[in-house]
């Protein structure tokens, strides 16, 4: 049983381009959750994505949108980037959208912004 | 600000020993788990224990909750090598999105 994907594993972008992250949800789980995580801190939860709708959303900019696919998968955009996004962005899927679920994480994708 | 604080920041132990983290929150929760993070890749989800909850235990690991401190901490007992990694606490309060603290980074020495 594959747990969550993401791809890219590493990836560096130049300030102002456009990235695509890609996630794939634990087999069963149908919500996903993006976490941003600086060097040294915790992560932070950018938003959560259920039924292909947007359900929550932290206290990130526009410039950060996301998507989630028919089969659960989903994407986080961000557009227009900045030094300040280079970051660890981390998946995590759960099952439903209740409290006490359990998440898991991916890998994560490793962005770097020169 | 909502986000939970570990303490202590960092923590270096002899093998065998006893590793204890502690974690601190302002808000009220509906839970709180931890997780462990090596070397800057994925979380691994260790154990999440309910607002209603005292204490939980699982294998070398026991949590225990205090919603009248706001505090919790987790104990790893024999510690291992392989118990070398960042620990986070993280909890969900009125909403579903999981807050973390700032992790505490844990070193096992052989």
């Known amino acids: 049983d594959a747990g969550v994907t993401q791809s890219p594993t590493h990836l560096i972008k130049t300030r102002g381009q456009q990235v695509t992250l890609r996630c794939s949800p634990k087999s069963g789980h149908d919500t996903v959750s993006w976490y941003q995580q600086a060097l040294g801190q915790g992560p932070q939860f950018i938003f959560q994505y259920y039924e292909e709708e947007e359900r929550q959303r932290g206290n990130f900019p526009d410039r950060f949108s996301g998507h989630q696919f028919p089969n659960y998968s989903s994407e986080l955009n961000v557009n227009a980037l900045l030094l300040g996004d280079s970051a660890l962005y981390l998946c995590?899927?759960?099952w439903g959208t209740g409290r006490d679920t359990e998440a898991f994480f991916g890998q994560g994708t490793r962005l770097t912004v020169v | 600000s909502q986000q939970g604080e570990e303490d202590p920041q960092a923590l270096s132990i002899q093998e065998g020993e006893n590793a204890t983290m502690n974690c601190s929150y302002k808000?009220?929760?509906?839970?709180l788990q931890w997780y462990r993070q090596n070397s800057g890749r994925g979380l691994v989800h260790l154990i999440l224990?309910?607002?209603?909850?005292r204490e939980k235990h699982s294998g070398r690991l026991r949590v225990t909750l205090d919603t009248s401190k706001k505090s919790s901490s987790l104990l790893i007992t024999a510690s291992r090598a392989a118990d070398t990694a960042s620990y986070f606490c993280a909890f969900q309060g009125g909403s579903e999105k999981l807050v973390f603290g700032k992790g505490t980074k844990l070193t096992v020495n052989p």
């Open positions: 995590a899927s759960s």
């Open positions: 224990i309910r607002s209603n909850e």
């Open positions: 808000t009220s929760i509906n839970n």
